[in-house]
């Protein structure tokens, strides 16, 4: 069965950094590219940022919202994406869902599984 | 940047009721073109990807059609567990992908 279980959410002030984990299992994680979602509360949901397997280079593409301040990684020896996220603000506050991306297995992606999410708050 | 818009944006409808949702892109997509269904408090979860393939496990009363700038999710008789908000998401654009603002089912 595929999961993916988020964690490092939280309560942070503004200015101040998170980051964010993803852990995949049930798949071979390495084959993937993953895409991070937000949610802000009562909000609609917003593409944040999205890592290549490493077939194609692990590069990544992000929002422009976030673009600069965000960076999204992976370890594969670890079944594990990152949100690296920095220079928090209020309008950052969201849940943020680690998925899975079909693109580069598929002629164009889309996110076949989800995390639970995990909560993020800037406030001071 | 694709926009994707999304109508109505609440809907009130009753069991064995059939719904259809709208999705409208800024740009032609071709088909490349999804649907979530996100119930409270949990994630979204995937239906239909490229317009009107339904996905593993999705009943079959769930279905998508459209192409170019306009889409429709249909639900041919509605039940309980299907009151939801439901997304359209583009991914003409992959990675950049763009959702609608999300239309609320609700029951009448």
């Known amino acids: 069965e595929v999961q993916l279980v988020e964690s490092g959410g939280g309560l942070v002030q503004p200015g101040r950094s998170l980051r964010l984990s993803c852990t995949g299992s049930?798949?071979?994680?390495?084959?993937?590219?993953m895409s991070w979602v937000r949610q802000a509360p009562g909000k609609g949901l917003e593409w944040v940022g999205f890592i290549r397997n490493q077939a194609y280079g692990g590069t990544t593409e992000y929002a422009a919202s976030v673009k600069g301040r965000f960076t999204i990684s992976r370890d594969d020896s670890k079944s594990i994406a990152y949100l690296q996220m920095n220079s928090l603000k209020s309008e950052d506050t969201a849940v943020y869902y680690c998925t899975r991306d079909l693109a580069g297995i598929t002629v164009a992606g889309f996110l076949d599984y989800w995390g639970q999410g995990t909560l993020v708050t800037v406030s001071s | 940047d694709i926009q994707m818009t999304q109508s109505p944006s609440s809907l009130s409808a009753s069991v064995g009721d059939r719904v259809t949702i709208t999705c409208r892109a800024s740009q032609s997509i071709s088909t490349y073109l999804n649907w979530y269904q996100q119930k409270p408090g949990k994630a979204p979860k995937l239906l239909i990807s490229t317009a009107s393939s339904l996905q593993s496990g999705v009943p079959s009363r769930f279905s998508g059609s459209g192409s170019g700038t306009d889409f429709t999710l249909t639900i041919s008789s509605l039940q309980p567990e299907d009151f939801a908000t439901y997304y359209c998401?583009?991914?003409?654009?992959?990675?950049?992908?763009?959702f609608g603002q999300g239309t609320k089912l609700e029951i009448k």
């Open positions: 049930g798949f071979t994680f390495g084959d993937y590219a």
């Open positions: 998401q583009q991914s003409y654009s992959t990675p950049r992908y763009t």
